[in-house]
């Protein structure tokens, strides 16, 4: 099993362009989230899914869409990047009725 | 407000040396609480998991203590080294509305020098 995937690694963007961080899990697990970690804060959580076409917001989801078409697949988006959005962002994923989330490595943008 | 406060934020020791990492939470109602190591340019990976019930869980020179009653929890890394150089993470989960809720903490980051 490749566990939680994510795609790209790193990636700048200029003000105002829109981008999609792409997230995929081969475990079959029903639960994925999107995270952003700033520097010296805790994970902060920007939308999660319970299920293929269920998505539902996290505590910060302003400026950012998820899509859930696939079990496997939990793209988010970006539509016009801001300097805010600067951040660190990992997927996770788990099964229901087991709270161990399987974080995938990351993807690091920068916006300028 | 349901918060985790981890401490300290930053530490070194020797390789070898024994460290210690505290949690405090808020959170309520409690379900879990269990501890991550991050290390760097990698997403968090689970070292431990304690229940309500729980007082120590160990995993490896990792052990984990959970006080419910003061809702605080500590991580001892014994025999410390180079590797295990990384930010350690405090989740405090809920899982009374059906689906966990996590509450992270901002992580310790530890250095292991030679």
């Known amino acids: 099993n490749a566990g939680v995937t994510q795609t790209p690694k790193f990636r700048i963007l200029k003000i105002g362009q829109s981008m999609t961080l792409q997230c995929a899990q081969d475990?079959?697990?029903?639960?994925m989230y999107w995270y952003r970690q700033d520097p010296g804060m805790g994970l902060k959580l920007i939308y999660y899914?319970?299920?293929?076409?269920?998505?539902d917001k996290g505590e910060v989801p302003n400026g950012y869409n998820v899509s859930r078409s696939t079990t496997e697949d939990f793209p988010l988006r970006l539509e016009l990047a801001a300097p805010s959005q600067t951040s660190v962002y990992f997927c996770?994923?788990?099964?229901?009725?087991?709270?161990?989330?399987?974080f995938g490595p990351g993807t690091r943008l920068t916006v300028l | 407000k349901n918060q985790v406060e981890q401490s300290p934020q930053s530490l070194i020791i020797l390789e070898g040396k024994n460290c210690t990492l505290q949690?405090?939470?808020?959170?309520?109602?409690?379900?879990?609480l269990r501890w991550y190591k991050q290390d760097t340019g990698r997403g968090p990976v689970s070292l431990t998991i304690?229940?309500?019930?729980?007082n120590t869980k160990s995993n490896g020179r990792y052990t984990a203590t959970l006080d419910a009653d003061t809702k605080q929890s500590s991580l001892h890394i014994t025999a410390s080294q180079l590797s295990d150089s990384a930010s350690y993470i405090c989740?405090?989960?809920?899982?009374?509305?059906?689906?966990?809720?996590?509450?992270f903490g901002t992580g310790t980051r530890l250095k292991v020098l030679a």
């Open positions: 304690m229940t309500f019930s729980e």
């Open positions: 996770a994923s788990s099964s229901p009725g087991q709270s161990r989330q399987y």
């Open positions: 989740v405090v989960s809920d899982s009374t509305s059906g689906t966990y809720k996590y509450i």
């Open positions: 475990m079959n697990h029903n639960y």
């Open positions: 899914s319970v299920g293929a076409g269920i998505t």
């Open positions: 949690c405090n939470y808020t959170v309520s109602p409690f379900s879990n």
